[in-house]
């Protein structure tokens, strides 16, 4: 299985998400692919059977908090992802709050079935990429 993972990261964190997620996808065997979501591009959507995104939580703290626009605008310009599995994760400071039901939703609104999530605070960049690599891996098997 070859996994796209697609970030948005200002300051570095959601980048070492990134590189974690790609990592525990490694170790179980499959492929994985690391693009800022600004680079993505249609081909490099079509050429892996998974897609998994990730953005850092914007906001206000209490108001307005969601995926960063920058993320959501990059999901915006992905091509149609016609039933492609998916995922998302983010990294946060003090609450994601809806940032990743927001996230899947925009990846829905593409066609993509979302199998897993991960929120992980920015201290522990790497937390629940294990069982976020599992969830995407197990997708594989079960199509
Ligand atoms: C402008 C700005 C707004 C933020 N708003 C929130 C917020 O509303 N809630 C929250 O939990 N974290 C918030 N954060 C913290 C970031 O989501 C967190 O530090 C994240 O790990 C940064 O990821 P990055 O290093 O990939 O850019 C904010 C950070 C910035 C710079």
Redesign the pocket.
């Known amino acids: 299985m070859q996994v796209l993972i697609a970030y948005e ?7 070492r998400s990134a590189e974690a997620l790609a990592d525990a996808i490694r170790e179980r065997g499959s492929e994985a692919m690391v693009k800022t979501l600004k680079d993505t591009t249609a081909e490099d959507v079509e050429r892996n059977d998974a897609i998994a995104v990730g953005s ?6 209490f108001f307005k ?1 969601g995926p960063a626009k920058a993320a959501l605008e990059g999901v915006g310009r992905l091509p149609a992802l016609g039933g492609k599995p998916a995922a998302v994760f983010c ?6 709050r809806d940032t990743l039901a927001k996230l899947r939703q925009s990846l829905e609104t593409k066609g993509a079935k979302v199998v897993g999530e991960n929120a992980s605070h ?1 201290a522990h960049p790497d937390r629940g990429a294990g069982e976020l690599a599992e969830r995407i891996c197990a997708s594989q098997e079960a199509s």
Not at 9 to 15: I, L, M, V, W
Not at 91 to 96: A, E, I, L, Q
Request: hydrophobic share 30%; aromatic share 14%; proline share 5%.
């Open positions: 990261s200002r300051g570095g964190r959601t980048r850092w939580v914007e906001g206000l703290i908090v990294t946060y400071g003090f609450n994601p920015r």
